[in-house]
């Protein structure tokens, strides 16, 4: 059965320290995708990234950055040298290949609190 | 870029009222979504179509119904709402379930209050 785990419902730093958003996934087709969106405060969905299940390598946005790991079934993120406004909340979803219609499953969101 | 637009962005609604919530979309998107997220949760998929004439129930159907008579538009119709209902209403569209079309894009959100 398909899932998506975020363990941490709630991460509180001070600004200008890394955290990392954990996101674990459960699939059995060997297609699929990966996404991170962003929800601020202001209720809005944004994109943040895909990744499909053949590309491992790992990617850096600014002081944003992606760690897609197949053998632990994770695809973590990380924000560099926080600021107040990264905080929100942020969705990890999957979606399968074997879906005909690659609906997306959600992560329960992971609610970032930075700190000045 | 207009991207995906709903309205309206916020409603009260009594118990027992209907109304349509309206979605679209202008960057010719074959896939269209409506979610619902409940306060402190992840979404939950309500309707989804995948191209004009067609659509189909997702996790939480009931109490709602869609159309899909254009390429552009994908109301969501609430028929005698209920408390339950009270939610934020987002709809979604991607190009292709595929390669890099297949990232969903949202609209804004329709807060909807049901007193």
């Known amino acids: 059965a398909q899932k998506v785990t975020q363990a941490q419902t709630e991460i509180s730093v001070v600004e200008k320290e890394d955290v990392t958003l954990d996101c674990v996934y459960e699939t059995r087709d060997t297609t699929y995708y990966l996404f991170w969106y962003k929800q601020p405060p202001s209720g809005e969905l944004v994109f943040l990234i895909r990744?499909?299940?053949?590309d491992e390598q790992n990617e850096i946005s600014g002081r944003y950055s992606w760690n897609f790991q197949k053998s632990t079934s994770s695809f973590n993120f990380t924000i560099t040298a926080s600021q107040v406004v990264d905080s929100a909340v942020y969705f990890c979803a999957l979606s399968e290949a074997g879906d005909s219609n690659y609906q997306l499953i959600w992560g329960a969101g992971t609610k970032l609190i930075i700190k000045p | 870029n207009a991207g995906v637009t709903q309205t309206p962005k916020f409603r009260i609604l009594k118990i027992g009222q209907s109304m349509t919530l309206q979605c679209t979309q202008d960057m010719n998107h074959n896939y269209m979504y409506w979610y619902r997220q409940d306060p402190g949760m992840g979404l939950k998929l309500i309707y989804y179509?995948?191209?004009?004439?067609?659509?189909d129930k997702g996790e939480v159907p009931n109490g709602y119904n869609v159309s899909r008579s254009t390429t552009e538009d994908f109301p969501l119709r609430l028929e005698l709402a209920a408390p339950s209902q009270t939610s934020v209403y987002f709809c979604?569209?991607?190009?292709?379930?595929?390669?890099?079309?297949?990232?969903?894009?949202f609209g804004e959100g329709s807060w909807l209050t049901v007193v």
């Open positions: 179509s995948v191209g004009a004439g067609i659509t």
């Open positions: 990744r499909n299940s053949f």
């Open positions: 979604a569209s991607r190009r292709d379930l595929v390669g890099s079309g297949n990232t969903i894009y």
